[in-house]
Every structure is written in structure tokens, then in C-alpha cells.
């Protein structure tokens, strides 16, 4: 069992930054693919990016974060971050991140591992 624990989320304006934590815990041997989802209130979860270390840390984003978000990890600490750049009232969601051995399962929103979410609001 892996437990992901998110932190960063706040309260930001419309332009800034923030960034965003997921530390892993537990078997990480399962945490060779990392991704970040996100769900606005009365929204689906939806993918935001994610990250494999299979193929050589390669990394993936959703359109409309690509650009402004940047995902990176690192391996000694367990842990997964999320910098997001000129925020936007849109990017207002929860964010969760998700762990799993399997490319494929994480990016498809079907992992192994959640954490609990850590909340982002961006005012305009």
C-alpha cells in the first residue's frame, strides 16, 4: 500500500504561482508512475499531468495546463510536485495526486494509490 499526502493548495490571485507537493509513503517501489488530477466543485475529476519514471521521467499535460504547470519528482524524497504558473479562476479544483506501477493506470485515472486532495482556489 502507498499513502500520498498532498500539500500547497491556498488561496491565490489570478497570475500567480503555486506549488504543489504529493510525498509518498509506504511500498514507493509502486510509485514509478505519479500523476496529478484535479476536480472543480460540481465537475469530473480530471486528468492534469503525470510523470513516469519507466520512461525516463518522461512527462505528459493536459492542453490546457501545458505551458503554465510544470511536474517534477524527486526520487529520494519520495515526492511529486506540481508548479503552476499563471493561475487562472479556471484552475480552481481540488488536487489529487495518484501513484501507480502502471503508466497506463495512472494516466487513464484508474491508479492504485489517491491522496486525500489539497484545495486551490484562484480568485480573478
Not at 41 to 63: H, Q
Not at 76 to 86: A, E, R
Not at 99 to 121: C, E, F, H, K, M
Request: with cysteine.
Amino acid at each position: 500500500q502507498v499513502q500520498l499526502v498532498e500539500s500547497g493548495g491556498g488561496l491565490v490571485k489570478a497570475g500567480d504561482s503555486l506549488r504543489l507537493s504529493c510525498t509518498a509513503s509506504g511500498r514507493t517501489y509502486r510509485t514509478d508512475a505519479m500523476a496529478w488530477f484535479r476536480q472543480a466543485p460540481g465537475g469530473e475529476r480530471e486528468f492534469v499531468g503525470a510523470f513516469s519514471a519507466w520512461t525516463g521521467g518522461i512527462v505528459r499535460y493536459a492542453g490546457s495546463v501545458e505551458g503554465r504547470f510544470t511536474i517534477s519528482k524527486e526520487s529520494d524524497k519520495n515526492t511529486l510536485y506540481l508548479q503552476m504558473n499563471i493561475l487562472r479562476p479556471e484552475d480552481t479544483a481540488v488536487y489529487y495526486c495518484a501513484s501507480d506501477r502502471v503508466y497506463q493506470r495512472v494516466i487513464l485515472g484508474n491508479p492504485a494509490s489517491w491522496g486525500q486532495g489539497t484545495q486551490v482556489t484562484v480568485s480573478s
